[in-house]
């Protein structure tokens, strides 16, 4: 069954999550997408962002931990042509890594863009959410995904510094008519500084997991919270397939 959305919700685009959000993602919020390593967080958010791009609207997508060449590659392998997007500015493609400076004082974190235009000059965190929010405003934007919000942590060494940090970050780059889908790696080892605290400064958290289940690991999906609307709040069963993520909402977890 296909949803009816109305002006206030925004298709996550995955086949069953919307259901589970009482018709979608709610319009000009913020979403943590987080979960360990290889969970499929940032194929949910490309997967967020072309189903946007295949109903007219455009998106920004920014990488702070991986090329714009490999971003490109593993998106095409998923079925996404992000070149024609690019080309055609339905997409706003920003990539680029964490860097230390030498400072007489110390060490500098900054944040340093493999893009032509902006390859002189590393950011700090408020410039690089003044960026985002001109590329976002110059394609008139209605989708924007950070993927890895884990090098903005890293500029911050208390709990306090990182919940401000990221706060101001998505509060400068969050509009009434543009929705934020932020991924966000999980630790390991339990009770891992830094995991939780994105937590608290997002409107929703979506938490990706693999779990033991009858001698095989399954995918799980939960949505820890939903600021704005009722939600499912027990763990879902998906897959990843060449189409992207689809969810199994009514398969129950094995015992």
């Given amino acids: 069954m296909v949803l009816e959305l109305d002006d206030t919700r925004v298709s996550s685009g995955v086949s069953g999550l919307d259901g ?16 360990g390593p290889g969970t ?12 946007g791009i295949s109903k007219g609207e455009t998106g920004v997508l ?25 080309d055609s500015n339905s997409l ?6 964490l860097r230390i400076i030498p400072r007489e004082t110390g060490y500098e974190y900054m944040i340093a863009f493999d ?17 985002v929010k ?12 950070v993927d890895g919000i884990g090098p903005l942590l890293e500029l911050a060494g208390s709990h306090f510094e990182i919940r401000q940090l990221v706060y101001s970050f998505m509060k400068e780059i969050v509009t009434k ?25 997002s409107d929703g958290v ?36 060449d189409d992207g993520i689809t969810l199994f909402p009514e398969t129950r977890l094995p015992d």
Avoid: C
């Fill in 206 to 241: 979506i938490k990706l997991d693999m779990v033991k289940s009858s001698g095989d690991f399954v995918r799980t999906l939960r949505i820890v919270k939903m600021r704005g609307t009722s939600h499912v709040m027990r763990p879902v069963m998906f897959k990843i397939s």
């Fill in 92 to 97: 706003t493609l920003l990539s680029g890594d």
């Fill in 62 to 86: 920014v990488s702070l931990d991986q090329s714009r060449q490999l971003l490109i590659e593993d998106m095409s392998k998923m079925g996404w042509d992000a070149r024609e997007a690019i």
């Fill in 40 to 51: 499929g967080k940032s194929i949910l958010s490309w997967q967020f962002l072309f189903d």
């Fill in 115 to 131: 893009h032509p235009m902006l390859r002189e000059q590393p950011f700090t965190v408020p410039r690089l959410a003044s960026v």
């Fill in 177 to 201: 008519d543009g929705t934020v889908l932020m991924t966000h790696e999980l630790r390991s080892q339990p009770r891992a500084t830094n995991d939780e605290m994105p937590y608290f400064i």
């Fill in 134 to 145: 001109e590329k976002a405003r110059e394609i008139s934007a209605t989708r924007i995904v």
């Fill in 20 to 35: 589970l959000l009482e018709g979608g993602l709610i319009k000009g919020r913020s979403v943590l997408l987080a979960g």
